[in-house]
Structure formats: C-alpha cells, structure tokens
C-alpha cells in the first residue's frame, strides 16, 4: 500500500461522513443547505480547524496538549485588549502581538517537556492552568472589543467568497505543506513514530519537539484571535471546551494517537463532522447537557475506530470501489 | 593470532578491547581485523560477546580500555552518529525503520533531499529506486514500509544503511528471518559489496551459511577470540568443537538420583503461532527440564503461553494428569503455574515497595479476613520465606530498590513460594548474579523439584544447561531439535542442535 493510498483510505471515510452528516442536517432542516447558513458554519467551524491543526501537530509527535484551551482564552482576550482605533499601528499590533504570544506560550510548553523529560500530559495541564491564571488577570470578566476594520475584513466577503472559508482554506493547505514538504514536518513524524531511531537518524529530536509545540501555539494564538472577531469581544475562559473539542477534531480528522501517523489533510472534514453534530442537536432542540454526553460518546467512539480499525469494513468497501488492482507484493521483486 | 596476510593497513583493527557490565565481563581484551572486500564472519555461542564487540564498534557502547582503528588512524566513537560518519554501518536484526512511512522516507529518512527549501518527494524517490535496484530489489519505493513482508524490510535497511556509503557493513545475523532463496539474495548483495572493496562483518548461528560466503572466521568465546583464519581451513564440526569447551567450575548441586520418568506431572502441547510448528514435551517427577538453543527460536513464546501470555494456539496444558485451561495469567497463577521473568526489575519485582509486600503481593488474598489482611500472620509467613531464601537485607520493611541483583532474584523467586506452586518457569533464573548466589539459586531449584514441583528453566546459559538441568530440550527455527538425557547433555550435543541446518529440517520433518 502506498502512502498516497492510505492517506485516500483515511480522508475519504472522513470526508464522505461530514458529506453524509451535511445532508442528513438539510434533510432534517431545509434551512440547512442556504448559502447563509453555510457562511455561518464557514465561521464557527474556522476556530475548531486551528484548535484541531494545533493539537494534530502536537499529537503527531507522540504528546498531547491540554493548555490549548487557556491559550486560546489568554490570545482572545489579549486581541480585544489591544488599543482598537483603527490606526495602521494598532492594526500591526494587532496581527503580531497575538501570535507572538501564543508562539512563546507553546514554546514554554515544549521546553518544559522536552528538556525536562516530564510527561505532557501534566506539563500542559499546568501550564494551561497558569496561562488561564494570566488571561483572567488581564480581563476577569467578559468584555473588550476589536477593530471594526478587521473585522470587517476577517469575517466579511470577496469577491461574494466568504473570506473565512478562504482563511481556513489557506491555513490548512500552508500547514499540509508544512507536514508534508519541509524537513521539520517530517522530523515531527519520525519522533512520533519511534523517537529511538530518530535520534539515531541525526534528527534533533528535543528542538523539533519544542518547535511542534510552538506552533501549536501559534495555530491556538490564531483560533483565539478568530473567536474574538467572530463575537466581537473576548472571555477568557471561551477557550475550555476547546481543549476537548481540539483532541476530538484531531483524531476525527484520522491522526492516531500514538503519533506519527495522520496530518491536517483531514482537518476540515473532521472539524466538519463535530460542528455538524453540535448543529443538529441544537436543531432538534435537544438540551445542551445531552450535548456534552454526545459530545464524549463521539470522542471515545472515535478513539476506538482510530484504535481498533472498526472502520475496517467501510474501508475494504472503500478499497473495492476505488483500488480495484491490489499489487501482490509478497514475493521478492525479480 | 591476527593472520591475515596483508601488506595494506587494514580497514578495521580492534585491539585488546575490554567492556565489563555489573557482573560480567562482556568482552575481554578481544581483538578483531576486518580488510578491505573482504567477508568475516563472525561467531560465537550466546553471550560470547560478538554483539558487544559490534555495538563498541558502531559507538553505542564506549571500550573500558582498547583501540579501534579505521584505515590505521584511532578512532573514538561516542555514538552511533559518529561511528556513522567514519564509514560504519550496521544492519541490526531489529530494523530500525518507520512502518508508517514510505520506503523512500525511510531509505532517506534524516537526508532530506530539497528544492526551494521544500523536499523533493521524486527525487527521493527516484534515489531509493537506483538504490533497491543496485541490491536487485524491484518495489515501488512510494509503498509503506508496514505492507512489505520481512524479507523485503531487511532489504530496505540494507538500502538506508548504503545512502551514507560506508566502508565497513556489519550485518548482526541477517539470515534469521529469511527463506533459503532470500539467503541466496542476500549474499548476492554481500558479494557485491564485497567487491567493491567494502568490508563485510557477518554475525551468524546458522555454520553452513558461515561456510559458504565467508573469507575469513573469527570466532568468539567469553568475551575473546579464540581462532582467526581463512574459512577454507573450517568444516563445521571445527567450529563447533572451537565455540565450545570453556571451563567448568563446580557450583551445581547434585542431579537427580530418582526420576520417575512414567510420572509425568506436568505436560503441553500446543502450536507455535510465530512458525506454525508443533511442540510437545513433558516433565516427570523430579526432573529439572531445561529448554535452550540460540535466543529467539520460540522457546520464550513456548514458556509465555505456558503462562496465559500467549505465543501459542490449541495449547493443552495437563498438570498431575488434570487437563487445565490457561487463557490469562490469572488462571494460571490458580492452576499453580508461576513464571519467573528474565527482567526482574521490570517485569516480576515492585522496587519501590519493601521485600514484605513483594513477597506477598501474588498470594495476597489467601491471609484476609473479612478483606482485612492479616499483618501478623502475614509478617510470620514472610520472615520464613525471608530466611529460607537467605536474603540479605536488614529488615522485610527495606525497599526492594536497594538490593543487589542476587538478592532481587531471590526476592523474585520467594515471591512465588508462599503461594505453593506446582510448576516453576524461570527464565534466565540467574542473569547477572554473582557465584554465590549461583549456587544458592541454584540449590533452591533443586529442593523445588524434590518436592514434586516441575521445573522448567530456559536459559542461554551453556553451563547451566548442563550442570543444572536433568534433561534437555533444544529448540531451533520453531522446531524441537533435540531432546537430551543425562549423558547426552554435552555443550557439542547442544550445539549442533542449536545450529542445525534449517533446510534439513525442514525436510526430515515433514
């Protein structure tokens, strides 16, 4: 099987079922297939993409990153707290002071973890703890409010394209590039596969490790900046679900656990099938404390076809329909 | 003893080479030669310190004491990265390769070849094919290094090994996974890397394909070599009757004097899974079985399924005549199965916690009441243990941690006695234990078979073999090779069943 082959078999099993999802919405809510109901969806579904290529990245190393709720809430709030006249300097401040932010807080946690050889898991669950700490230092409560300009322009139309869908477009194929055709991308997926061997290959695993969880950063500063456009104000705690949410989108999008195997290609399908879930219940009206049950069902299901290959059987049909010729490769090419 | 006649520097010279780890003494002053486009193979029972030598050599391990010299000038590797860099490759029998990337990442993987800064997936591929074809494989290099069957990934990390072109290839034994025509494959590649002036380390068991593609045989016994020469100078009883012979000092106790051979208490059957072989044995009253052959030939698959760890199918296990199901660890440990791991530090003791919990943990519900542990009994039934094993210690309450590994072993031994096992595995029982404590392990194994409890040992351990054990069982390729009783236990006997020929079997047997 070849790399390409086996990345089809994971996306079009995500993608066919966010298709799938869609419609039965339309089916069950006409309203669901009108242009401006899908420009809503193009911006809800925006932050759940970077919150889902920031974990993927983390992930796909081997590690998992729980502060990305509290980076997300401390960039959100830092965005709206920027001066929001629009004047040339603020909107520079605007771009970079986030970002920046969010960069170093990943770094921290790729430090932490990489130099000290502690577990992630507890690394970011503290670390979020203190960014969390530093947001409702900075804004206790909800509030603040953005340049009306960039707002304009994050959240509005060209050319009748809705500029998030171009956004999320954009972002998600420069970070598939950047996994898929430059050397750090592929150091991520040797550490996440066997870390042993990729030492041993003359990668430098503990710096790749730091930079994998710096961009995390970077990609949560960015959901955190997006949210606070799309509600025109910021609350520092808006990022929690997230941290759930994050996780659930990365292996909904086809990236194992474990590590090494999966990437951003998915990302919109898997962030797609979790918005879209969310929608119907809202829809049918069903009260938001099943939503959270549905919510953790669709998370260990999803863990469980990631696991144990339940997709299998969809995947063999799949396989049928799309590879018909399977090359025998058992014996030694002569 | 270096004899190669030769007026060029050679390629690689080791010289009076020292590695000891805590209680053994790995390789000892240990010299080794290997010359330009040449093949040298070299051999050595278990643990005679071949894998030692070549981990020094590609720097995973620093020499004590001793030089390595590549092409006359001294060289000190500190790891893997630099032997690399001084034309050093090494092709393990665990390959290092990613099975969730594409054969050309993994040929290529660390030497990312680029194009405006992006990397340049054709080329790499490309590359990786000129590669394969030179060592006469034909595979797409675009498919996943998990869809290639073992043969084929050996291939691929002797690929990745020739991208950094080195000057000298140790293969730590190829040959194990492969079929007789994938052998044949392979020394085809051997010779032509020979030829082009590469010097070749071959590490094998298997003496015939020693015989058949080698120049040169040094071979190893604890720690040193003992003969280097041309090959032609060999024939395989040679080289067995140099592997073996090593000295034999008295620490075994007595054998057994009655063994009821009709009375068998303990019996299994069952399939192999990794070689779909059938293996059948028993032991009797009062015997000490001990299972041997080179490592990995299935004899711990055999052991663990014993267990409940799996390793075989359809397997009947029959104790006192009484058929018993083991499905888990937990039926075993009921049905009176104890197991005693080779890494007791990992996998049987809690070093964390004292001598008394350890001992107690297996047994641990037999002294309740009501839920309640019972200390003081507890604390009697422990202190009696304690002594019998004689472990030094200053109280039961000392943590586990701070015992030496002589001691731990008999900790992880005790562990089992209070819960009155009827059958006894040990693997390894006395890996890295000093003499004494030898003895006194191996004393206890003696009582344990007196008391009509089976006791199976595996070990690599020639000596052990044959001092300790009452008959022997020698397993090679998934098969049972050899089957001795008290005389016929002799290292020569040992080893012919160890290294006998694949192919022959595999005939005779069918």
Same mark, same amino acid.
């Given at each position: 099987?070849?790399?390409?082959?086996?990345?089809?078999?994971?996306?079009?099993?995500?993608?066919?079922?966010?298709?799938?999802?869609?419609?039965?919405? !339309?089916?069950?809510?006409?309203?669901?297939?009108?242009?401006?109901?899908?420009?809503?969806?193009?911006?809800?579904?925006?932050?759940?993409?970077?919150?889902?290529?920031?974990?993927?990245?983390?992930?796909?190393?081997? !590690?998992?990153?729980?502060?990305?709720?509290?980076?997300?809430?401390?960039?959100?709030?830092?965005?709206?707290?920027?001066?929001?006249?629009?004047?040339?300097?603020?909107?520079?401040?605007?771009?970079?002071?986030?970002?920046?932010?969010?960069?170093?807080?990943?770094?921290?946690?790729?430090?932490?973890?990489?130099?000290?050889?502690?577990?992630?898991?507890?690394?970011?669950?503290?670390? !979020?703890?203190?960014?969390?700490?530093?947001?409702?230092?900075?804004?206790?409560?909800?509030?603040?409010?953005?340049?009306?300009?960039?707002?304009?322009?994050?959240?509005?139309?060209?050319?009748?394209?809705?500029?998030?869908?171009?956004?999320?477009?954009?972002?998600?194929?420069?970070?598939?590039?950047?996994?898929?055709?430059?050397?750090?991308?592929?150091?991520?997926?040797?550490?996440?596969?066997?870390?042993?061997?990729?030492?041993?290959?003359?990668?430098?695993?503990?710096?790749?490790?730091?930079?994998?969880?710096?961009?995390?950063?970077?990609?949560?500063?960015?959901? !955190?900046?997006?949210?606070?456009?799309?509600?025109?104000?910021?609350?520092?705690?808006?990022?929690?679900?997230?941290?759930?949410?994050?996780?659930?989108?990365?292996?909904?999008?086809?990236?194992?656990?474990?590590?090494?195997?999966?990437?951003?290609?998915?990302?919109?399908?898997?962030?797609?099938?979790?918005?879209?879930?969310?929608?119907?219940?809202?829809?049918?009206?069903?009260?938001?404390?099943?939503?959270?049950?549905?919510?953790?069902?669709?998370?260990?299901?999803?863990?469980?076809?990631?696991?144990?290959?339940?997709?299998?059987?969809?995947?063999?049909?799949?396989?049928?329909?799309?590879?018909?010729?399977?090359?025998?490769?058992?014996?030694?090419?002569? | 003893?270096?004899?190669?006649?030769?007026?060029?520097?050679?390629?690689?010279?080791?010289?009076?080479?020292?590695?000891?780890?805590?209680?053994?003494?790995?390789?000892?002053?240990?010299? =080794?030669?290997?010359?330009?486009?040449?093949?040298?193979?070299?051999?050595?029972?278990?643990?005679?310190?071949?894998?030692?030598?070549?981990?020094?050599?590609?720097?995973?391990?620093?020499?004590?004491? +001793?030089?390595? #010299?590549?092409?006359? /000038?001294?060289?000190?590797?500190?790891?893997?990265?630099?032997?690399?860099?001084? +034309?050093?490759?090494?092709?393990?029998?665990?390959?290092?390769?990613?099975?969730?990337?594409?054969?050309?990442?993994?040929?290529?993987?660390?030497?990312?070849?680029?194009?405006?800064?992006?990397?340049?997936?054709?080329?790499?591929?490309?590359?990786?094919?000129?590669?394969? @074809?030179?060592?006469?494989? @034909?595979?797409?290099?675009?498919?996943?290094?998990?869809?290639?069957?073992?043969?084929?990934?050996?291939?691929?990390?002797?690929?990745?090994?020739?991208?950094?072109?080195?000057?000298?290839?140790?293969?730590?034994?190829?040959?194990?996974?492969?079929?007789?025509?994938?052998?044949?494959?392979?020394?085809?590649?051997?010779?032509?890397?020979?030829?082009?002036?590469?010097?070749?380390?071959?590490?094998?068991?298997?003496?015939?394909?020693?015989?058949?593609?080698?120049?040169?045989?040094?071979?190893?016994?604890?720690?040193?070599?003992?003969?280097?020469?041309?090959?032609?100078?060999?024939?395989?009883?040679?080289?067995?009757?140099?592997?073996?012979?090593?000295?034999?000092?008295?620490? #075994?106790?007595?054998?057994?004097?009655?063994?009821?051979?009709? /009375?068998?208490?303990?019996?299994?059957? +069952?399939?192999?899974?990794?070689?779909?072989?059938?293996?059948?044995?028993?032991?009797?009253? +009062?015997?000490?079985?001990?299972?041997?052959?080179?490592?990995?030939?299935?004899?711990?698959?055999?052991?663990?399924?014993?267990?409940?760890?799996?390793?075989?199918?359809?397997?009947?296990?029959?104790? =006192?005549?009484?058929?018993?199901?083991?499905?888990?660890?937990?039926?075993?440990?009921?049905?009176?199965?104890?197991?005693?791991?080779?890494?007791?530090?990992?996998?049987?003791?809690?070093?964390?916690?004292?001598?008394? /919990? @350890?001992?107690?943990?297996?047994?641990?519900?037999?002294?309740?009441?009501?839920?309640?542990?019972?200390?003081?009994?507890?604390?009697?039934?422990?202190?009696?243990?304690?002594?019998?094993?004689?472990?030094?210690?200053?109280?039961?309450?000392?943590?586990?941690?701070?015992?030496?590994?002589?001691?731990?072993?008999?900790?992880?031994?005790?562990?089992?006695?209070?819960?009155?096992?009827?059958?006894?595995?040990?693997?390894?029982?006395?890996?890295?234990?000093?003499?004494?404590?030898?003895?006194?392990?191996?004393?206890?194994?003696?009582? =344990?078979?007196?008391?009509?409890?089976?006791?199976?040992?595996?070990?690599?351990?020639?000596?052990?073999?044959?001092?300790?054990?009452?008959?022997?069982?020698?397993?090679?390729?998934?098969?049972?090779?050899?089957?001795?009783?008290?005389?016929?236990?002799?290292?020569?006997?040992?080893?012919?069943?160890?290294?006998?020929?694949?192919?022959?079997?595999?005939?005779?047997?069918?």
């Amino acid at each position: 099987m070849k790399e390409k082959q086996r990345n089809l078999q994971l996306y079009i099993p995500v993608y066919s079922i966010a298709i799938s999802i869609y419609i039965f919405a !339309g089916i069950i809510k006409p309203i669901f297939f009108t242009w401006n109901n899908n420009v809503n969806l193009f911006t809800r579904v925006t932050p759940l993409i970077f919150a889902g290529m920031a974990q993927t990245f983390v992930i796909l190393t081997g !590690g998992i990153d729980l502060s990305i709720g509290s980076i997300i809430g401390l960039t959100s709030v830092l965005a709206v707290s920027l001066p929001f006249i629009d004047k040339p300097l603020n909107i520079v401040m605007w771009i970079f002071i986030p970002p920046l932010v969010g960069l170093s807080m990943g770094l921290i946690n790729g430090l932490i973890i990489s130099k000290g050889r502690f577990p992630p898991l507890i690394v970011t669950l503290a670390t !979020g703890a203190i960014f969390q700490g530093i947001a409702l230092f900075i804004m206790p409560t909800p509030g603040g409010k953005v340049s009306l300009s960039i707002a304009r322009i994050v959240t509005g139309t060209m050319l009748k394209i809705p500029n998030p869908l171009i956004i999320f477009l954009v972002f998600s194929y420069i970070f598939h590039l950047i996994l898929r055709r430059t050397e750090f991308g592929r150091s991520i997926y040797a550490i996440g596969g066997n870390e042993a061997i990729a030492h041993e290959s003359g990668i430098l695993c503990s710096k790749i490790k730091i930079w994998a969880y710096g961009v995390s950063g970077l990609l949560g500063a960015f959901a !955190g900046m997006f949210i606070s456009i799309w509600i025109v104000s910021a609350d520092p705690l808006i990022g929690e679900p997230y941290i759930m949410n994050s996780i659930a989108v990365a292996i909904l999008s086809g990236t194992a656990l474990s590590g090494g195997k999966g990437g951003v290609t998915g990302i919109i399908g898997g962030a797609y099938i979790y918005l879209l879930i969310n929608n119907i219940l809202n829809l049918l009206g069903i009260s938001t404390f099943y939503q959270f049950i549905v919510k953790g069902l669709i998370l260990i299901l999803a863990l469980t076809i990631s696991s144990s290959g339940i997709i299998f059987n969809i995947r063999s049909i799949l396989r049928r329909l799309f590879f018909l010729k399977t090359k025998s490769i058992e014996k030694m090419g002569e | 003893m270096v004899k190669t006649i030769s007026t060029m520097t050679p390629l690689l010279r080791m010289n009076e080479i020292v590695k000891s780890f805590p209680g053994t003494l790995a390789v000892n002053k240990a010299n =080794f030669v290997c010359n330009k486009g040449e093949i040298h193979a070299l051999i050595g029972e278990n643990g005679a310190g071949k894998s030692t030598l070549m981990k020094l050599l590609a720097g995973i391990y620093m020499p004590d004491r +001793g030089e390595i #010299f590549i092409k006359g /000038e001294e060289k000190i590797f500190r790891n893997y990265s630099e032997a690399k860099k001084a +034309g050093i490759g090494i092709i393990y029998q665990e390959l290092s390769l990613f099975p969730e990337l594409s054969i050309a990442e993994n040929v290529y993987m660390g030497i990312w070849l680029k194009k405006k800064r992006l990397i340049n997936w054709d080329e790499i591929s490309n590359r990786s094919k000129i590669i394969l @074809n030179k060592i006469g494989i @034909n595979i797409d290099p675009d498919e996943l290094v998990s869809s290639l069957p073992m043969a084929l990934r050996q291939m691929v990390e002797i690929a990745k090994v020739l991208t950094q072109n080195p000057e000298i290839i140790v293969f730590d034994e190829p040959t194990a996974p492969l079929s007789r025509k994938e052998v044949v494959k392979l020394f085809k590649i051997l010779k032509d890397l020979k030829q082009k002036g590469k010097g070749i380390i071959f590490i094998s068991h298997r003496l015939k394909e020693v015989l058949e593609i080698s120049d040169v045989i040094t071979i190893m016994k604890d720690g040193k070599e003992v003969i280097t020469e041309n090959a032609s100078y060999f024939d395989e009883d040679k080289i067995i009757s140099y592997m073996v012979g090593r000295k034999f000092t008295e620490i #075994f106790p007595e054998k057994a004097k009655i063994i009821k051979e009709e /009375e068998e208490i303990f019996s299994f059957q +069952g399939i192999l899974k990794k070689y779909q072989k059938k293996i059948v044995f028993s032991v009797s009253r +009062g015997e000490i079985l001990g299972v041997g052959g080179l490592q990995g030939q299935g004899q711990i698959d055999v052991l663990n399924s014993i267990f409940g760890l799996g390793g075989c199918k359809d397997a009947k296990i029959k104790i =006192f005549d009484k058929e018993i199901k083991v499905k888990s660890i937990f039926q075993a440990i009921k049905a009176g199965i104890s197991l005693i791991p080779e890494n007791r530090n990992e996998e049987s003791i809690f070093l964390i916690l004292s001598i008394l /919990e @350890n001992i107690a943990a297996p047994t641990i519900d037999k002294r309740q009441t009501l839920g309640l542990i019972q200390k003081q009994v507890e604390n009697k039934i422990i202190k009696g243990v304690v002594g019998k094993l004689s472990i030094r210690m200053t109280s039961v309450d000392q943590i586990a941690q701070s015992l030496s590994g002589g001691n731990l072993q008999k900790l992880a031994i005790g562990k089992w006695l209070i819960s009155e096992p009827k059958v006894i595995i040990m693997i390894e029982p006395t890996k890295g234990v000093d003499v004494a404590t030898k003895q006194q392990i191996y004393r206890f194994i003696r009582e =344990f078979t007196e008391n009509g409890i089976a006791v199976i040992i595996y070990t690599s351990d020639m000596l052990e073999l044959i001092g300790e054990c009452d008959r022997v069982l020698i397993m090679n390729y998934g098969f049972l090779t050899a089957n001795l009783k008290k005389n016929e236990i002799t290292e020569e006997n040992i080893m012919k069943a160890s290294v006998s020929d694949i192919n022959l079997l595999e005939t005779e047997m069918k």
